[in-house]
Structure formats: C-alpha cells, structure tokens
C-alpha cells in the first residue's frame, strides 16, 4: 500500500481520528484515538502502520443510490486500496519540479514506482509560479486546474493568484511527501538514448544511467524569444520572463509591448497606469479568442465541460448574429435589446462595458472559441480604456513609435528543451499524444508541453503522466506503428481546428480530445451511461461543471473517494447559454437586427 495515500487524507484532514476513519471505511464502528495516533506517527515517518482488524477494514457504508457495476465502486469506494503487484524495478529520472514534474512523480509513486529521481534546477519547486511577475493571476480556475486528488478547496472556484498556486503545489509537494525525490540546484546537460535502450543523463560532467526519463519542464523553460530586428536595438528591451515589477520598470517611460498573449495583455494594464505611454503591437491575426476570467458572476471556465453535443454549440452563424446584434443594439441606444442580449450572454440584467468590448473585439478579429487559441483575459481592453493604443506588428526598428525607450517582448520562447535530448524532435505535435517521440520510444517521455486552446495544463499533464506510470508498470503496451498513424489524425485535427494558429502554436491542443484520449486509454473516462442511470448528480456535475482531472478517478484501479467528493462539489454553472437548435427563435423575439 503506497505510503503517501493514507498519508494525504490524515495530514490534509482537521480532525485526525475522522481522517483515519474517513481512511479506513469505518464510519460505523470508529477506530480508537489511540490506534488513530499511532496510524498517523507512522505514516508521518514513512513507516507502514500495522492494519486494522479484518471486520473494520471491511467495512462498507450506504452512498444512498441504486446498484450500479461501475467496478462495484459503491462498495469499493470507501475500502482500502485493492493491493497491486509491484512493478519491475526500473530507474526514473524526471527533469523538472513544476506542477508538471510533481504531478508525474506522485504517478509514478501511486503505480508502486520507489527508484525515482527528479533533478530541479532552481532551489525549489513551483517552475514558472516561482519567479511569476507581481500579480500575476492564473487563468484558469482552481477548480479545473487542481490535481485530481488534490482539492483545492476554493467553494466557490476562484483564479489563483501565482503566489497562491505556489502554495497549493508545495502543499501538493508535502502531502504526498515527493520532496524525498527531489534534488535541487541540478541542471541536466543532456539527455541521450544508448544502444541498450536506456538513457545516459549528463549532469555536472558526470554521466547516470537511468532506464527512464521523463522530461517535465514545460514550454516556457528555454532561452526567451526575442523579435530578430530588435538584437541591434539602442534601447531597453526586455522579455515579459525578465522582469518581476514591471510598474517599477514601466514608470514614467514610453513603452512599447510586443505580444498580445494573456502575459502582454496583464502587462499593459500594470504599464499604462505608471508609464508615459503605451502602445502594444499585434499581429494581424490578433490576440486569439479573447475571454475575461469571469464571466458575469463566476469563473468563465465552468463552460469548459461536456456540455451539449456539438449539434447544440454555438456555430460560426450564431457567434456572428449575436455580435452585430449586440453592435447594433449599442450603436441605436437600444437598452432594452442589450438587456435581453446580457441576459442569453450572462445571465445578467445588462452587459458590464468591458464585456461588450471583449465581444465586438472577437467579432472584429473574426475570433471564434474553437477556431483559435484562448486568451482569457481581458486586461489589455482595461488598459485601452485608460489610454494604452494598439497597433499592427512590427518588423523593422524603423517601425517603433517615436520615442519608445522601453520595449516588452511577450514573444514566448525558443523550442522548449527538446534540444535537451539527443535525437529528440523539438515539433511537440511530431510526437505522440505530445508525449512520445516516435523516434525515441515510450522509456522516455514529454510532458506538460501541450498548451489547450481553453483548458489547463496540469489536468492534461497528470493524465500524460498517469498514462506513462501505467505504460512503466507493463500495464499499457505501445505500439508504434499505430502510435504514428494516431499522430498523423491529431495533427491533421488540430490544423482543420486552429487554422490560424497551427504552424505558429505547436503545442496547442483540444483540451477535450486530449483529456478522453488519455482517458480511454487508461480505462478511467467516465461511465457516462450508468453515471446518468445510478449517480445522477453526479452525472449532471461530470456534463456541466467544469471538466477537471478528478472525473478521470471515478472508476479504475485509482478510483477514490476523495474524487467522487470532488465531483460531487464541483459547481454548477448558474447561467449556459441557449441550445443552438433555440437560438434563431429566441434572437427573433429578442431584437430585430
């Protein structure tokens, strides 16, 4: 039984004796605070406590629904883990301790995995929220980006700040005591593939053999990007990965912001309050489908769930209705029409300035949710309000508006550390699933480097990184050949999605596909047949709340309570916009535009 399992429910849980009964099943007949003690100072030391007597271990509670055969799981559900056979010793190395690395190493220690080593560059653990910019914000919710036995706890789901996700990973860190993998302050000089299959790692001139690796940090990881003709430049240029106070670096100076991605549009709004002037240069196909990070009253991340069937989403037609409609509504006053408007966007009474902004801004940029990566943040309209001015990309230093003397790349960054691997190719959508390179195998792995169109990284890297746990364990097998063709499908998906955006983006995925593909995979997508016909609240929470890591715990060798919990609490969205099939209906009676 893998330590750190009970370990997270008793430390993570106020009560210690309920946390041990929660543990063990045994709400009926509760266990002595003794034996309770006893069980928590043992699992403190990395010790296995003695087990409870057989009656108690097997005891069962009533969830209150109707038989269903979701692997028993309503007798399952509160039970000690069913044991698993230990897998073949191998030795791990994972490269990286941000959300993405944690995530990977408590996988690879949920699948029975104990040689494990992670190397960290930097002296702690956290990646980018590490050494985020002041008041950087998350832009995706707590409750989709939390781990999937990890409740962020957030009621109602929030949008973290970096310093608080901080918190929430180290809290992660701690809890399934993973820092005893961790060795800081290590920088890997290469990572190269030998003969016999497994890997040679270069660190400090020295050189480990591991027989597997697994590459976790992230897309942000490498040298900054920075615009060729600007390497001449006379003036101060920064990257947006550079600077921590960028009021302090902005004040008083004619800024320029190159980039229009959610780091650029949080940037210009910090700038335009202390700067001279600033003006921030966008492509031609601009910032991408622009979304704020809440929506009416909640986090707009809640509609990033099953929903209806595609026949039911909003299409191009709709989309472009309602924006000229909401266009013509507020160029003839019409208050009435943009009430009823506000009311089929939001649910509210009238639309806030900023959310009429955000949707004349995606129909003039022809930007669609599916047609284009997300930006889920509307600073930069906030700053355009203030006196911040947009103008097209710049390409040549004669191109700079006259008297810049700060400029501020958010321009990304160079190919992300597949360069670290002899033989690796730096494409992500060369690989399988962004995980796999064909041309290297399954030993050794690429995850947290797809970037969903609207989503979160960690749900899609804990998936990644369960299904490499599993593959190690022998309990997934891979096959190359299919593994290549399956590739050709994403890729020819994704560009027939992101048209745009495809060669530009390499990383950006369909949060959805890539969720139930890793999913299906493992055997752990959710029963959705006798969810609705046994767990019916749950169900309506799985189709309509917001798709997090934790529906992929509900059934499985890994199921757990603790996910059913999750789920169960998972809110519901108070306002979803009508069915595409009542949508020419209700806009007729709406507004004659």
Same mark, same amino acid.
């Given at each position: ?49 003695? #087990? ?21 799981? @309503?007798?399952?559900? &509160? ?27 408590? %996988? $690879? ?35 989709? =980006? ?31 005591? !993973? ?24 660190? *400090? ?13 992230? !897309? ?42 959610? *780091? ?14 600033? =003006? ?88 669609? #949710? ?8 509307? %600073? ?8 911040? /001015? ?13 008297? =810049?003397? $700060?400029?501020? @790349? ?5 190919? *992300? ?13 060369? &690989? ?28 899609? %890297? ?10 190690? /364990?022998?309990? !997934? ?30 990383? !950006? ?22 969810? /609705? ?61």
């Amino acid at each position: 039984m893998p330590i750190g399992l009970p370990f997270r429910m008793v430390e993570t849980d106020p009560n210690l004796l309920l946390a041990c009964n929660y543990w063990f099943g045994s709400d009926s007949k509760p266990i002595d605070r003794t034996y309770a003690t006893s069980v928590f100072r043992c699992l403190k030391n990395d010790q296995i406590p003695q #087990p409870l007597p057989l009656p108690l271990q097997q005891t069962q509670i009533d969830f209150g629904c109707s038989p269903c055969t979701i692997g028993n799981c @309503c007798a399952q559900r &509160r039970s000690l883990p069913p044991p698993i056979p230990p897998p073949t010793p191998l030795k791990i190395l994972v490269i990286g301790a941000g959300a993405s690395g944690l995530t990977v190493l408590s %996988s $690879l220690q949920e699948a029975g995995f104990t040689n494990i080593t992670c190397f960290e560059a930097s002296s702690s653990i956290g990646g980018i929220f590490r050494t985020a910019y002041k008041n950087a914000k998350m832009t995706s919710s707590s409750a989709l =980006t939390e781990f999937s036995q990890f409740p962020s706890n957030f009621s109602p789901p929030k949008m973290l700040s970096a310093v608080e996700y901080l918190a929430y990973l180290e809290r992660f860190a701690s809890v399934n005591m !993973l820092q005893k993998f961790i060795t800081f302050n290590v920088e890997v000089n290469e990572v190269q593939k030998l003969p016999s299959g497994k890997f040679s790692v270069s660190v *400090s001139g020295e050189h480990i053999i591991y027989d597997a690796v697994c590459i976790t940090t992230g !897309l942000h990881s490498s040298s900054p990007s920075f615009p060729d003709f600007l390497r001449s430049a006379k003036i101060d240029v920064v990257h947006s990965s550079q600077i921590h106070d960028f009021a302090e670096k902005a004040a008083g100076k004619n800024v320029l912001i190159i980039g229009l991605g959610e *780091s650029g549009s949080d940037i210009s709004l910090i700038t335009v309050k202390v700067a001279k002037s600033v =003006t921030i240069s966008v492509r031609d196909n601009g910032s991408g489908y622009v979304v704020p990070r809440i929506t009416g009253n909640e986090v707009s991340d809640l509609n990033t769930n099953r929903g209806r069937g595609r026949g039911e989403t909003w299409g191009p037609s709709e989309h472009k209705r309602f924006a000229e409609s909401v266009i013509a509504a507020q160029a003839s006053d019409d208050d009435v029409a943009l009430s009823k408007l506000s009311k089929i966007w939001t649910g509210k009474e009238q639309f806030s300035e900023l959310e009429i902004d955000t949707i004349v801004w995606n129909y003039k940029n022809n930007a669609l #949710p599916y047609n284009r990566f997300g930006t889920k943040n509307t %600073s930069f309209l906030e700053a355009l309000k203030l006196g911040a /001015r947009i103008i097209g990309e710049i390409v040549t230093l004669g191109d700079l508006p006259s008297g =810049t003397d $700060l400029v501020i @790349c958010c321009t990304g960054f160079a190919a *992300s550390k597949g360069e670290l691997v002899v033989g690796a190719d730096i494409n992500h959508r060369n &690989r399988w699933r962004h995980v796999v390179d064909l041309n290297l195998g399954p030993m050794i792995s690429f995850v947290g480097f797809s970037r969903p169109a609207f989503g979160a990284v960690p749900p899609i %890297s804990e998936m990644g990184g369960r299904w490499w746990a599993a593959f190690l /364990r022998g309990d !997934l097998e891979f096959d190359v050949a299919a593994a290549a063709i399956e590739t050709q499908e994403d890729k020819k998906y994704e560009e027939s999605l992101f048209k745009k955006d495809f060669h530009r983006l390499k990383s !950006l995925v369909q949060y959805h596909r890539m969720m139930k593909s890793f999913g299906d995979l493992l055997g752990v997508s959710p029963p959705l047949g006798e969810l /609705r016909k046994h767990h019916k609240g749950i169900y309506e929470r799985v189709m309509r709340s917001t798709l997090s890591g934790a529906q992929f715990r509900l059934v499985g060798r890994f199921m757990s309570e603790k996910a059913w919990k999750t789920c169960e609490q998972l809110p519901l969205p108070q306002h979803e916009r009508m069915p595409r099939s009542a949508f020419n209906g209700v806009m007729n009676e709406c507004c004659q535009f």
